[in-house]
């Protein structure tokens, strides 16, 4: 019998078993913030211990940092405190930060990758859910608390018990419009919000395979809106170009390749489930409530009490009560005051080229606030040397500066309550992006396409 | 090291909403603190209370009515679903909480939960619902050592899951952490293998 891309990572990392119990997970990268790590530090300092194994944490500040001014210091004083607290604990246990005005600084699930730490076989954990980004690359990646925090700090190993594994297979070829976020939110749409919870989830089929990193990383990241411990792609070519050439890209880098290449799904391999998708019916997707499973295409109608499944049914009138919107109404046309492009969703180069290309030449909507925030400096200079801050400018978007914004809504990035927001990130929660703020989740090209015409909108109408 | 959890008898709150995330058990403007300490008072913040200068309590929210109380909480299906944040499980401790009751948990919230001496108590869709209609003065008994949730009044119980490891620590109070560091030889073994 065959082994799972899963189960050949997860078996080179298990220390030990414990009889009727967990096993004791070794870690090879863990990516710390300013938001989950202070009380981890906090724990360790209380025991009079230090980072196992600091050269294998690296930090950024993310969460809660200003996107406007980065240069001045913080003014909200909790906000700076924690953010020093960062500062300190990396300096006292020798870990590596990246922090505010450093050229490699940005949201961790960005930097990871485009640094080349993040690589194929490895386990990566964060105190953040998104760290299932990172599995695009054939990875265990899983978002952990921070009592986790402080055990990875202190020992580089985690107690973990070995989730079910599924595999999503999309195969064939996507239409005109449709992007890897309209797979991710297609797929969420169909097995909801929690059908992935308790399994390893893998993608695979040719729809996946003929995605670029950026797009793959948009799908994993979202593995855990369906409640999935992580989610994983098996690396191939694609995966080895991204990584070749990156600054922590392997010294040897032959030689890992080869390694690499073992890291797939033996045919004959089982899976706990399987879930088999047709890319041709994947249409630009667009969410209507208050969880990511509930989305539509763009050109649909929001569900009824008695065309919804099972799964939200109950939620039903209690999210549209607070997105006020009304079941059975088209969601085209539908008013946005909001455009958030950023998050560890769609903030990366690819996703901002996207945008650029779509918008060159046009203005956005009057009425429609536009936030463009880049995943990380380097996205951000790698823009302006593309002139595509320039093509944002012309349009009326603003080009802000990296961090996570307005998807968490943590720094001073909120929408206001009651305003609608199109948004590239990942969670439509009540209050997510603001008390009161109603999210409607969608790729870069479908909320640029509703940054130009004020309203939701389907892109397909707008590309030559 | 955790509180110990053994057995406890009390009243509950029932909270019949499902998918409840993690950023309505704390919103994420309430995560700037760096200790572990205080976060109850912000449990369930902006069901629990006007969003205006007033910051008035919503009548309408479980929380609010006192004819609900009790250590336990009772909620709908897929609870403590989104972000990882730990700081849900500390508010819902740091509120009076050492056990929540659904028919199913996000992952990452029941080992947050577990690591902070909060029960999480899986049980059926159906004993859920009955749980759901019971008089607002019922109480319950969750019994780790034997596994079950008892319904007091009427004597009826259903049997729960937890593996056998955490439920030594939760029985006892420890800690994850202290096991892993008195793993170190066999951790550095594993490095050099």
């Known amino acids: 019998m065959g082994q799972t891309l899963f189960e050949k990572i997860w078996n080179r990392h298990v220390v030990k078993t414990i009889d009727g119990g967990p096993s004791v997970l070794y870690i090879d990268k863990h990516f ?32 809660n940092v200003p996107t406007l001014n980065q240069h001045l210091p913080i003014k909200e ?42 690589q194929p076989g490895m386990t990566i954990v964060c105190g953040d859910s998104h760290t299932s980004t990172h ?33 999503i297979n999309v195969e064939g070829e996507l239409k005109k419009g449709v992007v890897s976020k309209d797979i991710v939110l297609y797929i969420l749409s169909k097995i909801s919000a929690s059908g992935a919870t308790g399994y390893a989830v893998e993608f695979a089929g040719s729809a996946i395979r003929s995605l670029s990193m950026e797009a793959r990383m948009t799908i994993c990241n979202m593995s855990i809106e369906m409640g999935g411990r992580c989610g994983l792609i098996a690396p191939d070519e694609t995966t080895f170009n991204y990584i070749k050439g990156r600054k922590f890209a392997p010294q040897d880098f032959e030689k890992a390749v080869a390694e690499w290449k073992q890291l797939y799904s033996d045919a004959g391999a089982l899976f706990d489930k399987e879930i088999f998708i047709d890319a041709a019916d994947i249409q630009p997707m667009i969410t209507y409530g208050t969880n990511p499973g509930m989305g539509i295409p763009v050109t649909g109608t929001i569900p009824t009490t008695e065309t919804i499944n099972d799964n939200d049914k109950s939620g039903l009138n209690k999210s549209l009560a607070y997105m006020g919107l009304q079941q059975g109404a088209p969601i085209k046309g539908q008013k946005v005051d909001y455009v958030f492009i950023g998050s560890c969703t769609n903030s990366r180069i690819e996703d901002l080229r996207m945008v650029a290309s779509f918008i060159k030449g046009k203005q956005k ?75 409607l989740l969608a790729s870069p090209l479908t909320a640029a396409a509703a940054a130009v015409t004020g309203v939701v909108t389907d892109v397909r109408e707008l590309l030559n | 090291m955790a509180k110990a959890f053994t057995t406890i008898t009390s009243r509950f709150v029932p909270l019949n909403i499902e998918n409840v995330d993690t950023d309505q058990i704390i919103p994420a403007r309430f995560l700037k603190a760096t200790t ?78 577990l690591n902070n001496g909060l029960l999480p108590v899986t049980v059926s869709e159906s004993f859920l619902q009955k749980l759901f209609t019971l008089e607002n003065e019922a109480t319950l008994t969750i019994n780790l050592e034997t596994q079950t949730i008892i319904i007091d009044a009427s004597g009826e119980s259903e049997n729960f899951e937890i593996n056998a490891y955490k439920k030594t620590c939760m029985l006892n109070g420890y800690d994850d952490i202290d096991y892993l560091l008195s793993m170190k030889t066999e951790i550095e073994n594993f490095e050099n293998a």
């Open chain 2, 36 to 113: 572990r300490d205080g976060f109850g008072k912000n449990l369930f913040r902006d069901w629990r209370y006007t969003n205006d200068d007033e910051q008035k309590p919503k009548a309408e929210f479980v929380l609010n009515q006192p004819q609900y109380s009790g250590e336990i909480l009772v909620a709908a299906k897929n609870f403590g679903c989104g972000s990882s944040r730990e700081h849900a499980a500390w508010a819902l401790a740091d509120y009076g909480f050492r056990a929540v009751v659904s028919s199913f948990f996000a992952d990452i919230f029941k080992n947050n939960a």
């Open chain 1, 365 to 439: 909507a009057t009425d429609v606030e536009v936030w463009i925030v880049p995943g990380s400096k380097q996205v951000e200079a790698q823009a302006k040397a593309e002139g595509i801050d320039k093509i944002f400018e012309e349009a009326g978007f603003i080009l802000r500066q990296p961090g996570c914004s307005a998807c968490l809504g943590m720094n001073e990035d909120k929408i206001p309550s009651g305003k609608y927001c199109i948004s590239t990130s990942n969670r439509n929660f009540e209050g997510r992006q603001g008390a009161g703020a109603r999210t």
């Open chain 1, 32 to 63: 710390i913030h300013e938001v989950t790590s202070p009380q981890a530090f906090n724990g360790l300092n209380k025991r009079g211990i230090k980072v196992f194994r600091p050269q294998q944490t690296v930090a950024t500040a993310d969460h």
């Open chain 1, 77 to 118: 004083e909790l906000s700076r405190k924690q953010v020093e607290a960062l500062i300190k604990n990396c300096t006292e246990h020798g870990v590596e930060l990246y922090g505010l005005g450093h050229p490699y600084q940005g949201i961790v699930h960005v930097i990871g990758p485009e640094l080349g730490i993040t």
């Open chain 1, 135 to 167: 599995g695009a690359f054939g990875a265990i990646a899983f978002g952990i608390g921070t009592s986790e925090v402080e055990m990875v700090l202190a020992t580089q190993c985690l107690l973990q018990t070995k989730p079910k594994l599924m595999r």
